[in-house]
C-alpha cells in the first residue's frame, strides 16, 4: 500500500489529538498538515495546542513544528497539500456540513467524526466490520457533488460503538425491541476530569442530542443501499437513556433485547467469539484480531481494565443471560475516542484506501 499524505482538520481538539496520536506510527497514513479554527493558525502546533494537549503521551516530535491551518480559509491550500482529511471539529452543524462539501468539492474525500452529514442519505455511516458494502453508496454522492476523487464519509456516535457490534451478529434471529442505557466517559464531551469537575462524585442524566443519535444511527447502519441512497431499517425497535459518569474513557451500556427466534446463550456467544468483518479478513493495519472479546466473569467488561483492549479497538461484552421482561441482557463496552472517534475513523480509511477509494 502506498503511503497516503493526511491533514487533521480539529487538531487541536480531543479527537484531533488522538489522530495525531494514533497516526504517529502506522505505515499507511502520514499527518502532512494541521488545521483547527482561525485562533490557532499561523502558531506551530505545540503552541496552539498548548496545554490542551491530554494524551499520555506526548506531542509527536514530527508534529510539534507544523504551522497549524485555518481550516476553513485555507480549504484549496489544504486539499492540495494531502490526500484527504480527517475532520473532528466543534461548530454549528450546518457550518459543518458546508466545510465538508468544500473539502469534498475540492477533491480531498473527508473522513468525518462529526454528526453533521451521518442522515445525508448518500453519506456512508461506516462502522467497518458492519456494513462495509455501504462504500459503494460513494459513487452516487460523487455524482451529486460533481467530484471525480472527493466525497464524505462519516462515523457514526461513539454510544452505539459498543451495543450495535453485539447486537449485528444475532439478527439473524430477527431482534424485535431493544433497550440500551449507556454509562459515557467525559473524554465523549471533549473534557477530563482538571476541565469538569462537576463530574467527581457525580451522575449527568442528560447528554444533548445523545439519545436520539443513539435511537437513530443503528438504523442507518443496518440499511440498504438502493437506487444511489442508504434507506434505513425499519426494525429493530431501539430505545435509550444516556448519562455521563464520572469515568475518562470508555463508555457502557446495559442491553436488554427480544427477539423474533430466542437464540440460546451458547448459540449467542458463539457468535460473538466467532464474529469475523471484511476488515480482519483484509488484515487492516488497525483492525482488531478479536473484534467482540466476551468474558464469562460477573464483574466484566470494566472500563478501567477492558477499554484498551486490542489498542481500545476491540469491544468488550459480559454478563450475558436471560431476562424475566426481555430475552437477554448483556453489558458491553468501548473505547469512545479510539473505536468511538479516531481509531474507528482510521479503521475506516484504511477500509476504503483497501478498496481503492483514496487512489
Ligand atoms: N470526543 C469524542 O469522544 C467524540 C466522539 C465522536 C465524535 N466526536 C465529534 O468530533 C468533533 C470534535 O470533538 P472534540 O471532542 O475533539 O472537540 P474539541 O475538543 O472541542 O475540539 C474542537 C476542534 O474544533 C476546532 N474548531 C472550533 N471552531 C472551529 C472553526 N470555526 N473552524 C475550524 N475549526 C474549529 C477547534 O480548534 P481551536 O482549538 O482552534 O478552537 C478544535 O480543534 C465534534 O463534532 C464531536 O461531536 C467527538
Known sequence: MKEFQVAVVGATGMVGQRFIT????????????????????????????????????????????????????????????????????DMKKEEIKALEERYAKAECPVISNNSAHRSTPDVPMIVPELNPEHIQVIASQRARLGTKRGFIAVKSNCSLQSYV??????????????????????SGAGKTFETFPDIVDNIIPYIGGEEEKSEQEPMKIWGKLENGVIVNAASPAITTQCLRVPVSDGHTAAVFASFEQKPSLEEIKSLWVNFRGVPQELNLPSAPKQFIHYFEED????????????????????????????????????????????????????????KGYLD
Open 165 to 186: 457490534p453485539a447486537l449485528h451478529p444475532l439478527q439473524k434471529f430477527g431482534i424485535k425491541n431493544v433497550v440500551a442505557c449507556t454509562y459515557q466517559a467525559i
Open 22 to 89: 494514533l497516526l504517529e506510527t502506522p505505515p499507511w497514513f502520514h499527518v502532512k498538515c494541521l488545521a483547527a479554527s482561525a485562533r490557532s493558525a499561523g502558531k506551530p502546533y505545540e503552541e496552539a495546542v498548548g496545554s490542551r494537549w491530554v494524551m499520555k503521551t506526548p506531542i509527536p516530535e514530527a508534529v510539534k513544528k507544523l504551522v497549524v491551518q485555518d481550516a476553513s480559509a485555507d480549504v484549496e491550500k489544504i486539499a492540495g497539500m494531502v490526500d484527504f482529511v480527517f475532520c473532528a471539529v
Open 299 to 354: 464483574n466484566r467488561p470494566q472500563a478501567k481494565l477492558d477499554r484498551e483492549r486490542e489498542k481500545g479497538m476491540a469491544v468488550s461484552v459480559g454478563r450475558l443471560r436471560e431476562d424475566s421482561q426481555f430475552d437477554i441482557k448483556f453489558v458491553c463496552l468501548s473505547h469512545n475516542t479510539l473505536r468511538g472517534a479516531a481509531g474507528g475513523a482510521v479503521l475506516m480509511a484504511e477500509l476504503l484506501a483497501a
